[in-house]
């Protein structure tokens, strides 16, 4: 894998210096994490982004995060984020500006960025599949600027961001952004987690690790939790897996397989390469689910000629985030506590050490990790 790196000469950075709808133009500048193409990040001063659209608002960030998402972009795995974009979809932040038809907020409200912003009004919208709004859906930090920068333009502001509860921990609201609607929705419902079910998760990032704690929900009797991490399965353990496979010392579909009468009713992947893939498609049992949460950057081989026969079914998706006021009750109620997924932080001036951290997580025993703007 590359290392992210950033670009010390003024010269190359002029080379990706293009002008995003979003950017201001007011003459004010702010840091922003900004992509440069395959290995290049950089902290620059960008436009500070103003209001576009009556339906825009501008956030002043507090806290983000780095996804793998954005670990993947900065590699060049997902070639429809342009050199110049700033990253990140992820963020907790105070109101400083809205768009004249914004009625859900005003300046000064403390707000939860959704990854996915949504029109509210268009068929998908109507659906609550707002990860294919044709206004919206994951834009932020793909095809428009970011959140890790010091402000945030949002376009459909009244659909795309949730208003923070008094008192709140802010670093748990920062995992209602992206990690927990899309472990609990890709992994959890899709995968049609049940009372008793024995599952397994392959993969302990941050997404598996949303998964473990969201499936909790529907109290499955055993929760397998597969990775390569020692430290990570370990966490798993706390975080209440019942059972612990490091896939690098040990046959993990060889286990499952003697340890359950037939495989598991869920396996549900959370890493998004083709062994992680295969490992799930060799332990679903008869009538089963397999959960796809993973990004895939490659191909996998579905082994339809042994799968045919055994009724089950296949889901895989991006988050829709219509389960985040849900899961802020949860929160809020003490059932669910994401904050534990946190063991870095970092100041938005120190963010492309912060990628080096999240780049070798299992090195620097690291999970999700917070900026600070
Ligand atoms: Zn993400
Ligand atoms: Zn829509």
Not at 262 to 286: H, K, L, M, S
Request: hydrophobic letters at 40%.
């Amino acid at each position: 894998m590359n290392s992210v790196t950033s670009i010390p000469s003024a010269n190359k950075s002029e080379a990706f210096n293009l002008q995003q709808p979003g950017n201001g133009s007011a003459g004010k500048t702010m840091k922003g994490l900004v992509y440069g193409g395959p290995g290049i990040l950089e902290l620059r001063n960008i436009p500070v982004p103003t209001i576009l659209h009556p339906t825009d608002a501008v956030i002043k960030i507090t806290k983000t995060t780095i996804c793998g998402t954005d670990l993947g972009i900065s590699h060049g795995k997902t070639p429809t984020v342009l050199p110049g974009t700033t990253l990140g979809h992820e963020g907790v932040g105070i109101v400083e500006e809205v768009g004249a038809a914004i009625r859900n907020f005003k300046k000064g409200d403390r707000v939860i960025i959704s990854c996915i912003t949504a029109d509210g009004s268009c068929e998908y919208c109507k659906k609550q599949m707002y990860s294919h709004c044709e206004n919206g859906g994951w834009i932020l930090g793909h095809t428009i600027n970011g959140t890790q920068a010091e402000f945030v333009r949002i376009p459909h502001a009244d659909n795309s961001l949730y208003l923070v509860p008094p008192g709140a921990d802010e670093e748990a609201m920062v995992m209602l952004s992206d990690v927990l609607p899309t472990g609990y929705e890709i992994g959890v419902l899709n995968g049609c987690v049940q009372p008793g079910d024995t599952i397994a998760i392959v993969g302990a990032g941050p997404i598996g690790m949303a998964v473990l704690l969201s499936a909790h929900f529907f109290s499955p009797a055993k929760i397998y939790m597969i990775d390569v991490d020692q430290n990570r399965l370990d966490l798993a353990m706390q975080f209440g897996a019942t059972h612990a496979i490091n896939s690098g010392n040990e046959d993990a579909v060889k286990q499952i397989m003697s340890e359950t009468k037939d495989g598991v009713d869920v396996a549900i992947e959370a890493v998004g390469i083709p062994d992680t893939f295969d490992i799930c498609q060799r332990i679903v049992r008869p009538g089963g689910h397999l959960a796809n949460v993973g990004v895939h950057g490659k191909k996998v081989e579905l082994e339809i000629d042994k799968l045919w026969i055994s009724n089950i079914t296949i889901t895989m998706g991006l988050v829709n985030t219509n389960t985040t006021p849900l899961l802020l009750k949860t929160i809020q109620s003490g059932k669910l506590e994401p904050a534990k997924l946190v063991t870095h932080r970092f100041k938005l001036d120190d963010i492309i050490n912060a990628y080096t951290v999240f780049g070798n997580a299992s090195k620097e025993k690291a999970m999700k990790v917070i900026i600070e703007a």
